[in-house]
């Protein structure tokens, strides 16, 4: 069996697995780590989405053996140590504040397409629109868009 090597989360990983496997299978079912979830395993509902090199991605459409060695993938279980600041990361705090969360299940790949869309627009040199937030892909079966949008807005403001 092939090994494959990234990191994940500030560590350096080795697993033992076929090169077609998919990294949401590799970081659920291998390494234990269930903050990206499972939803359509075809790249459409966005419930997986974490970060590959500070981009948002969704692990369900990569096989792992396409991974470098230098990849570094973060999920919302590492989003924290990313922000330099004290306490959450804001976009965390913002999600508690205005208490978006209903069943819960959409919500880590909600907010990692929220950190990811604001550093997006930031290297572009702008804040964050409404037509922005209309682009978003993460469906959310309990609704909570509206609450979704007001918290990504609150979490933009105070990521400076
Ligand atoms: S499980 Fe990855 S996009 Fe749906
Ligand atoms: S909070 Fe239930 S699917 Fe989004």
């Given at each position: 069996m092939p090994k494959q090597t990234f990191i994940l989360n500030?560590?350096?990983?080795?697993?033992?697995?076929?090169?077609?496997?998919?990294v949401?299978?590799?970081?659920?079912?291998?390494?234990?780590?269930?903050?990206?979830?499972?939803?359509?395993?075809?790249?459409?509902?966005k419930a997986c989405t974490s970060h590959i090199n500070g981009k948002a991605?969704?692990?369900c459409s990569v096989?792992?053996?396409?991974?470098k060695k230098k990849d570094r993938i973060t999920t919302i279980e590492g989003l924290?140590?990313?922000?330099?600041?004290?306490?959450?990361?804001?976009?965390?705090?913002?999600w508690i504040d205005r208490?978006?969360?209903?069943c819960g299940y959409c919500q880590p790949g909600q907010i990692m397409e929220a950190v990811a869309l604001v550093k997006r627009v930031r290297r572009q040199g702008r804040e964050i629109?409404?037509?922005?937030?209309?682009?978003i892909r993460n469906i959310c079966r309990c609704g909570t868009y509206v609450r979704i949008r007001e918290a990504i807005e609150q979490g933009a403001r105070k990521m400076r």
């Open positions: 500030g560590k350096t990983v080795t697993v033992n697995v076929r090169d077609d496997v998919r949401l299978w590799v970081l659920r079912d291998i390494l234990g780590v269930t903050g990206p979830k499972y939803g359509c395993g075809i790249n459409v509902c991605f969704n692990p096989k792992v053996g396409d991974l924290d140590e990313t922000w330099p600041g004290p306490g959450l990361h804001p976009m965390q705090q913002a208490d978006v969360a209903q629109r409404d037509s922005d937030l209309d682009k």
